[in-house]
């Protein structure tokens, strides 16, 4: 089985920290599945960005790849946001 860790890029976390508790505590869950094998969640790879996925969470969208860090899988989270916003 394998081993996840995920982290936030900055703008991620910082976005998620405005949004209110009910809503950030939805997309942690979200998040969360991620780490299951095989993952859970709407996800989608995005097209024309290579590795690049994006987790459907309600109205929002976060933005994710996956790294390698010896035997650790790491979920990198770039850009949490909403729906029409997330793909300029």
């Not at 976390?13 to 405005?18: S, V």
């Not at 780490?35 to 969208?61: I, M, N």
């Not at 790849?65 to 997330?86: A, H, M, Q, T, W």
């Amino acid at each position: 089985m394998p081993v996840f860790r995920t982290e936030f890029k900055k703008a991620a976390k910082k976005y998620l920290a405005k949004l209110n508790t009910e809503t950030q505590r939805t997309i942690l869950q979200a998040i969360q599945g991620l780490s299951q094998f095989p993952p859970l969640g709407d996800l989608k790879k995005l097209a024309g960005q290579t590795g690049k996925y994006r987790l459907r969470v309600g109205a929002y969208r976060v933005i994710f790849s996956y790294g390698k860090d010896g035997n650790i899988i790491i979920i990198l989270i770039e850009e949490i946001g909403p729906r029409g916003d997330i793909y300029k």
